[in-house]
């Protein structure tokens, strides 16, 4: 099974390029499958990791980012790929 873990995460003001660089700055205890980091306007930043697991697999994920770097804490959701 396949399953995709979003992490999301919304810049401070005016931290958006602080946030992208520190998310791409995270390694994980063990390698995903594939990683892809996206941003979108609002300073927001998503990294979605695939992973060859079991839905409830427990699976390292990003951390909450440092300090005073994201306007909120961070939004986690997974998800079961049905395939196509």
Avoid: C, N
């Avoid at 399953?3 to 810049?11: D, P, S, T």
């Avoid at 939004?75 to 790929?81: T, V």
């Amino acid at each position: 099974m396949t399953v995709a873990l979003m992490w999301e995460a919304k810049a401070a003001e005016g931290r958006g390029g602080e946030l992208l660089a520190w998310a791409r700055a995270q390694d994980l205890a063990e390698a995903p499958l594939r990683r892809e980091t996206f941003r979108a306007p609002g300073d927001r930043v998503l990294v979605i990791t695939w992973w060859d697991a079991a839905y409830d697999a427990e699976l390292p994920e990003l951390p909450e980012p440092a300090g005073e770097l994201a306007k909120r804490s961070v939004h986690r959701w997974r998800f079961e790929s049905l395939g196509d």
